[in-house]
């Protein structure tokens, strides 16, 4: 049989040059191998059509047959909708659109018979499907027993009859192309142990399942194979990095670090920042290279530790760097650095995109003859001409925004590689923080410093736009300041950007006193950090803003932060968005404001936001919520972490029990040599091969 790997897309009947790069571009598949392992991402029970009144709230996808009575629109705003009336003789449902209804409107017609399928919920004592999909009927095919996949594509295939009727066709095709078994990618004494589905068998039940028995036997052996790989390549890394890369032995705690604590702290370290110094001190003193994550809630005191850390690294006559993600960030963490040594011989720079010409000069050639102790800078870090004398310590800060690749290549500034420090605001759960990561430690600062008021959250529909102005109002003429944030989601770029220029005129007007500034994406960088020194510095009272406002940045005189479209923001990043207020002394509040009608989750996500300021509790629950694959700080990461199948939220106990098994197969076949591991060490190399971030993790 012919190479799956290899073998281009085009040349499966039904595809042709044209299908093959639109497949290729919107999803990335370009070999018959890469279609076989698109999934799908739910399957239906075509077997049976439902009647209306056999309907309750709580049934999975469903089909019915009948036609719809009339449309309206109703709602207004972003709750404009549109709701046809769909009945078979038994009863009524609504069925309702909130995006596209344009498209809708032109595409279905008054009393002509559909199949229509969905997900039913009750809303105001009726049935609704929202978004459901609805078909022809002489589409309808009846498999008794079988599940139908669904495929998920992209806008622009469905505008290309690329639906995922076309690529179930397509599998389809290949499916029965297929005329031998595949080459197995476990080796024979895991799938005998752990009674998994051969692989061949796998891949058909996976898109065309007999019944939901088979399904489940399919998921389950490429899930385990896939979480098994995963853990295989992080354990199998680590190990050889531990043997490759020692540390830098940082065996005391010398003068700089002993006056810092003893005359220039301003205050007493919290219990948990002092904990995680130690376990941070263990490390350093070693001799492995220090690889830590560092997690602690917004304004937990992150920074400070940083600190600490690397006058140790002073200490030890090394010298450390801070990366932060933004110029803003670093200007903070610079500043707040310089305010604590000051009056210590430590010198401190600050290197950032704009720091040109001779300023440059002087510091780059500080660093290069190590009078410069601290450098505290942007990407502008990693360029090649930025050289240290040594570098012990690397901390980097907010790591998400952050690729592995940027962060691999601060270890090559040495010989050898500093000690690194990750920090990050956004809780990762332990789960995933083992399956991102791997072989990172993971320290964590549970305990905010004393005298912080809690956070004061308060859910607000949006038509008490009244009220809301009065609690701003009032805050303002208490000399406070004010964040709101509108949502701004890629795919309607255009009109999220409408709501916050609407917001900011709509403020501005409500405000004619108040001095008002706007961040949004479109803005040039300079323009964008114009607008926030404006903020920072005191000169406006009010930031009407999307999301890019700096994670991290620091104003400790806001004390409201107003969310506007709270529903179409996940639990991770509202908590974030919260996180940048109450850092003062004064009471904060942060008030989430939505529409009337809210869906299930959504209803529960803020409820736990106004219920909770604790963020390990709300990546706990954003995790069963939402899963993994949305979890704030995932995503853009460019960590290995495009899982095909597997669900780290759902499918944590295989995780853990996955990576036992690779453990296990480290631990007895450490050289990767044995014979009965051949097909293993195969596939992942294979795997390192294909995947780009696989082989960057570090
Ligand atoms: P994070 O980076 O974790 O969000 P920061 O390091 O910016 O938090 O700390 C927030 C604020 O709390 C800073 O003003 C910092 O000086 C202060 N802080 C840090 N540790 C303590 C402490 N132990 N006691 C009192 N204030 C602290
Ligand atoms: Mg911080």
Known sequence: MFDLTTRDIKFLSGVGPQRAAVLNKELGISSLHDLLYYFPYKYVDRSRIYAIREIDGSMPYIQLKGEILGTELAGEGRGRRLVAHFSDGTGVVDLVWFQGIKYVVGKYKVHKEYIVFGKPTVFNGRFNIAHPDVEEVNDLKLTPGGLQPYYNTTERMKRGFLNSRAIERMMSVLLSQVDGPLPETLSPAILAEHHLMPLTDALRNIHFPANADLLRKAQYRLKFEELFYVQLNILRYAQDRQRRYRGYVFGKVGGIFNTFYSEHLPFELTNAQKRVLKEIRRDLGSGRQMNRLLQGDVGSGKTLVALMSM????????????????????????????????????????????????????????????????????????????????????????????????????????????????????????????????????????????????????????????????????????????????????????????????????????????????????????????????????????????????????????????????????????????????????????????????????????????RTNDGFEIAEADLKLRGPGDLEGTQQSGVAFDLKIADIARDGQLLQHVREVAQKVIEEDPDGTAPENVVLWRQLKALRKTNVNWAAIS
């Not at 809690?454 to 607000?460: A, E, G, M, S, W």
């Not at 400790?556 to 969310?563: E, F, K, Q, W």
């Not at 919260?578 to 869906?599: E, F, H, N, P």
Request: hydrophobic share 40%; charged share 25%.
């Open 311 to 610: 006058l140790i690294a002073l200490d030890n006559g090394f010298q450390a760097c801070l990366m932060a993600p933004t110029e803003i960030l670093a200007n903070q963490h610079y500043e707040t650095i310089c305010r604590f040594v000051e009056g210590m011989d430590v010198r401190v720079e600050l290197l950032t995109g704009s720091v040109k010409g001779k300023r440059r000069e002087a510091i780059l050639a500080g660093l290069l003859s190590g009078d410069v102790h601290i450098l505290v800078g942007t990407h502008a870090l990693i360029e090649d001409t930025v050289n240290f004398a040594s570098l012990g310590l690397a901390v980097i800060d907010e790591q998400h925004r952050f690729g592995v690749k940027q962060r691999s290549r601060l270890w090559t500034k040495n010989d050898q590689p500093p000690h690194v420090l990750v920090m990050t605001a956004t809780p990762i759960p332990r789960t995933l923080a083992m399956t991102l990561y791997g072989d990172l430690d993971v320290s964590v600062i549970d305990e905010l410093p004393p005298g912080r008021k809690p956070i004061v959250t308060i859910h607000q529909f949006d038509s008490h736009r009244e009220s809301l102005y009065r609690s701003m109002r009032k805050q303002i003429d208490e000399g406070r300041q004010v964040y709101i944030v509108y949502p701004l989601i890629k795919e309607s770029e255009k009109t999220d950007l409408k709501n916050v220029e609407e917001g900011y005129e709509r403020i501005c007007a409500a405000f004619p006193d108040c001095v008002v500034c706007k961040v949004h994406g479109r803005m040039k960088p300079a323009e964008k950090d114009g607008q926030m020194q404006r903020f920072v510095s005191g000169e406006a009272q009010i930031m009407v803003a999307t999301t890019v406002i700096e994670v991290g940045v620091n104003v400790p005189n806001a004390s409201v932060m107003v969310i506007e479209n709270a529903e179409r923001f996940g639990l991770s990043q509202l908590h974030q968005l919260r996180g940048r207020v109450g850092r003062g002394a004064d009471q904060s509040y942060c008030i989430l404001v939505t529409g009337y009608k809210l869906a299930e989750d959504t209803r529960k996500r803020l409820e736990i936001m106004v």
